[in-house]
């Protein structure tokens, strides 16, 4: 149902009216909360290499302006009459979705991620409720259907939780649902964003974890992570020492490159999961690699409201978090270029309470 105009409400956000054009302030209107909504005073706001995707137009269907930001971490101001679960005070998040359909199969078993009919993206999206288009965390408060909101523990630093909305369940959700474990061996490609939230998660759930990186240099932090070896996976010898030794393999990396090398590290029946997009199709893989050893090459996108709620619980239980460089807003763009750069362990943070509401 779309909202009366005098019901919508002026919010001081970060976004931009062109893909060519740098973020800069700009005023959004929320809708005011409904009977089953949240409102909530956003703290800080992970940065993605999503938001640069779409703020740029690389992946195409940007709706301009846009607001990005899909890791939300803040306070409930308001509550409609009909919440439940949630105060005003309370600490939450908002990760990458903010409604689907609700009635097709994959949301019934939890899984809106994969919604048949649609989801809803916390950005860049067509709202329902406004007849316009979502807009994100880059701005000083959300409202969002409380079944779209999660509980973020007191126990975790709120900033350093923040990327816990996208990395932390983007990487959670494949290892969870391949049962990792103590016993198993893991291999984790890349060590960025995604790839150190990965190292954490796999050896907290007790697997041994192998990083593969390009980067030699990337060693000693990669065992402070929990990374029991490291090999660069340009060394083809490094490489060999690990055929058919790896039950699992998730692969964090977004550009293209040869699969084949990392299929051939994996045991029988062993899985290699990617959770990168490239934006050109990586070298086709060789099927040999997958008939004689029954191997299995998947893929795995973020995770259903559930899960990620029981990922913010595990991290909280194991006191994990993301790397992260707090920034304040009017660094963004300067962010991005780094960002391209990887000059940043590991991922950037949005203080929004101290300086957009500032």
């Not at 009635?103 to 999206?125: A, H, I, M, R, V």
């Not at 090999?231 to 490489?239: A, I, P, Q, R, T």
Request: charged share 20%.
């Amino acid at each position: 149902m779309l909202e009366k105009t005098e019901n919508l409400q002026k919010t001081a956000a970060y976004g931009t009216h062109s893909a060519d054009k740098p973020l800069e302030p700009l005023t959004i209107e929320r809708r005011q909360p409904g009977p089953r909504d949240v409102q909530i005073d956003i703290d800080y706001c992970g940065v993605c290499h999503t938001d640069i995707h779409f703020v740029r137009n690389e992946w195409g269907g940007t709706a301009y302006p846009i607001v990005p930001g899909h890791e939300i971490i803040g306070r409930v101001t308001a509550v409609g009459d009909e919440v439940t679960g949630f105060e005003p005070g309370q600490r939450v998040g908002v990760g990458c979705l903010v409604d689907s359909c609700r009635t097709c199969p994959d949301c019934k078993e939890g899984l809106e991620q994969y919604c048949q009919n649609g989801f809803t993206l916390t950005y860049n999206s067509p709202d329902p409720h406004t007849g316009k288009m979502t807009y994100g965390g880059y701005s000083s408060q959300v409202v969002v259907d409380q079944d779209f909101v999660l509980r973020v523990s007191e126990k975790l630093d709120a900033a350093a939780a923040a990327p816990l909305l996208c990395a932390g369940i983007t990487t959670y959700s494949p290892l969870n649902f391949w049962n990792i474990g103590p016993g198993q061996k893991v291999g984790v490609v890349g060590l960025g964003g995604l790839g150190h939230m990965a190292v954490k998660i796999a050896h907290a759930m007790g697997a041994e974890v192998v990083l593969f990186t390009t980067s030699p240099g990337k060693t000693e932090d990669a065992k402070r992570l929990g990374a029991s070896e490291v090999v660069v996976s340009k060394n083809d010898d490094e490489m060999q020492q690990h055929a058919g030794s790896l039950d699992f393999i998730l692969n964090t990396v977004a550009a293209p490159h040869n699969l084949d090398a990392y299929l051939s590290l994996l045991k029988r029946d062993g899985t290699m999961c990617l959770v990168g997009v490239p934006g050109e199709p990586h070298p086709a893989p060789d099927i040999t690699n997958l008939v004689f050893g029954r191997r299995k090459l998947a893929g795995s996108l973020i995770g259903g409201l559930k899960e990620t709620q029981e990922m913010l619980d595990f991290c909280a239980e194991h006191g994990i978090t993301s790397d992260v460089e707090v920034i304040n807003i009017e660094d963004i763009n300067d962010a991005y270029e780094r960002m391209l750069k990887s000059d940043v362990k590991y991922r950037f943070v949005i203080d929004i309470d101290g300086s957009l509401k500032q």
